[in-house]
Nanobody, 125 residues
Framework: QVQLVESGGGLVQPGGSLRLSCAASGFTVNYYAMGWFRQAPGKEREGVSCIRADGSTYYADSVKGRFTISRYNAKNTVYLQTNSLKPEDTAVYYC???????????????????WGKGTLVTVSS
């Protein structure tokens, strides 16, 4: 059974950092494209970052230079290191996965096969 479990969210002051984790089970992350998406209250879901099976990455313009996606195959886990957080980064962050080679959009999350339940990140002073 495929499962994605996010963790690492919380309340942080502007300028702070959090490391989000996405623990996968039921499949092997290095054979999948993995992504982080977020949805703020009253807004549509948006793509944050994705990592393909070949290790190549995508970042939304709003997080480039501040967020880093990585994959630790031994733990079957994908991480999102978030630095220099801003209030506008406040959202529920979701992890998603799709087998390598299948179509998906990292901008919207359309096509992703599997989703976690999310972890809340609140950036506020």
């Amino acid at each position: 059974q495929v499962q994605l479990v996010e963790s690492g969210g919380g309340l942080v002051q502007p300028g702070g950092s959090l490391r989000l984790s996405c623990a996968a089970s039921g499949f092997t992350v290095n054979y999948y494209a993995m992504g982080w998406f977020r949805q703020a209250p009253g807004k549509e879901r948006e793509g944050v970052s994705c990592i393909r099976a070949d290790g190549s990455t995508y970042y939304a313009d709003s997080v480039k230079g501040r967020f880093t996606i990585s994959r630790y195959n031994a733990k079957n886990t994908v991480y999102l290191q978030t630095n220099s957080l801003k209030p506008e980064d406040t959202a529920v962050y979701y992890c998603a996965a799709i087998p390598a080679g299948k179509y998906y959009s990292c901008r919207t999350g359309d096509g992703m096969n599997y989703w976690g339940k999310g972890t809340l990140v609140t950036v506020s002073s």
